[in-house]
């Protein structure tokens, strides 16, 4: 597997620190040394080669690094100044060495911490006082209650770095509470030899992540389990595999929420689309609705509108009248073939033909020269006239003017009638 060491300057702490890089890619995870140990530590005693196949199948990229105990956890001294020096290294761990991880690395993936004794304490108060930073721990046998190093001591700075002390006391609507819940955190202690601290510890954690329903693996081997390595290299092959399933799991349903949530953000961010009609005037409506009506008629209709050509020619009662008189002065010949129109145009009212009877009355001995009227209302045939040509050839001289009689009486008697009228 690729090994890398590297030596950086910490601009928190204000001096050296080491770390080694096991593989080249995977899940990112932060190994705590145990008490006053370097970085070195954790392979010395055989844990790396433990957990080599998940290293070596890029599963897993393993960042060990230096502790600092030496200044604060076992110092002696001010312990106002040790517990300052704690949280300088703890936030050597959130403010520099995570975002250098992300860099090894190549990803933001939260990193899982893990560590055993002294390392499980750091493991665990980087994942329960940073779960935004942190993915969860894998702690084994860890002491958690800071009395046991700075005995009857509390200040603000140590009190954050006392799980047993800060647990029980956060608020219920805390927002880490929420977060624990999509975390992997995993305690785990023996009941033998070495590991009393650590069993009255982890009893605390576990009753108050109850009360506050946390999720917390508090897990607590048997009474030969002592403090030591074999037994955590046992329980780092057995939690191991647990962990990163649940991992997985959780990691994937966060990446739908996620998902989700952007494609909200987007659909609400996205304006509204406009409609591309305008609000026209009530006038202008009115007056394109005729055209949308004819528009949407139907072709079969179109004749319909042939009304305005009638109207064109259309005559008016002045030229009525002109061709009424043109048709009284037209030769008798040409009345058949206007016969209908003439009817029309020469009809007479009573007031009309009076006026005319009196015109017509000083001039009584004119009327046969006038007789072309009655001819054309007693019009005969050809039949009719040569049988009359044929009584008259027959009819005596003399008695021709008393056969003639009638037809003048008639004649006559039409022309007393409109006199008298």
Not at 105 to 123: Q, V
Not at 275 to 296: D, I, Q, S, V
Not at 360 to 382: L, N, S, Y
Request: with cysteine; charged share 30%; proline share 6%.
């Amino acid at each position: 597997m690729k090994r890398e060491y590297i030596t950086y300057y910490s601009n928190v702490l204000g001096e050296d620190m080491h770390m080694l890089v096991y593989g080249e890619k995977g899940y990112p995870v932060i190994v705590f040394q145990a008490q006053d140990a370097k970085c070195n530590n954790y392979e010395d005693f055989g844990m790396i080669d433990t957990i080599a196949d998940y290293i070596e199948n890029g599963t897993l990229q393993v960042f060990s690094v230096d502790n600092l105990d030496e200044e604060s956890w076992s110092a002696q001294g001010d312990p106002a100044a040790r517990a300052e020096r704690q949280e300088d290294y703890f936030r050597f761990v959130t403010d520099e060495l995570v975002p250098y991880v992300h860099e090894i690395n190549g990803s933001d993936r939260r990193p899982l911490t893990t560590g055993c004794s002294m390392g499980a304490t750091h493991a665990a108060i980087a994942a329960f006082r940073r779960p935004d930073l942190f993915q969860g721990c894998i702690a084994l046998s860890g002491v958690y209650d800071t009395h046991f190093f700075f005995g009857d001591y509390m200040d603000g700075t140590l009190y954050e770095n006392s799980i047993p002390t800060f647990l029980p006391n956060m608020p219920e609507g805390h927002p880490y509470i929420a977060i624990y819940a999509k975390r992997q955190l995993v305690l785990c202690v023996g009941q033998g030899a070495w590991e009393d601290k650590g069993i009255a510890d982890l009893r605390v954690i576990r009753d108050a992540a109850r009360a506050k329903g946390i999720d917390v693996w508090c897990d607590f081997w048997g009474n030969d389990v002592y403090h030591d390595w074999p037994w955590w290299k046992k329980q780092i092959r057995y939690f191991l595999p647990i962990v990163l399933e649940d991992m997985d799991k959780t990691l994937a349903a966060e990446a739908e929420e996620e998902a989700a949530a952007a494609a909200a953000k987007k659909a609400a961010r996205k304006p509204a689309a406009k409609k591309t009609t305008t609000r026209k005037p009530a006038a202008k409506k009115a007056a394109e609705e005729p055209k949308a009506a004819e528009a949407e008629a139907p072709a079969e209709e179109a004749p319909a509108k042939k009304a305005p050509a009638r109207r064109t020619t259309r005559k008016t009662a002045a030229q009525k009248a002109a061709e009424a008189a043109a048709a009284a002065e037209a030769p008798a010949e040409e009345a058949p073939a206007k016969k209908a129109p003439a009817r029309r145009t020469t009809r007479k009212t009573a007031a009309q033909k009076a006026a005319e009877a009196a015109a017509e009355a000083p001039k009584a001995e004119e009327a046969p020269a006038k007789k072309a009227p009655a001819r054309r209302t007693t019009r005969k045939t050809a039949a009719q006239k040569a049988a009359e040509a044929a009584a008259a050839a027959e009819t005596p001289a003399e008695e021709a003017p008393a056969e003639k009689k009638p037809a003048t009486k008639r004649t006559t008697r039409r022309t007393t009638k409109k006199t008298a009228e």
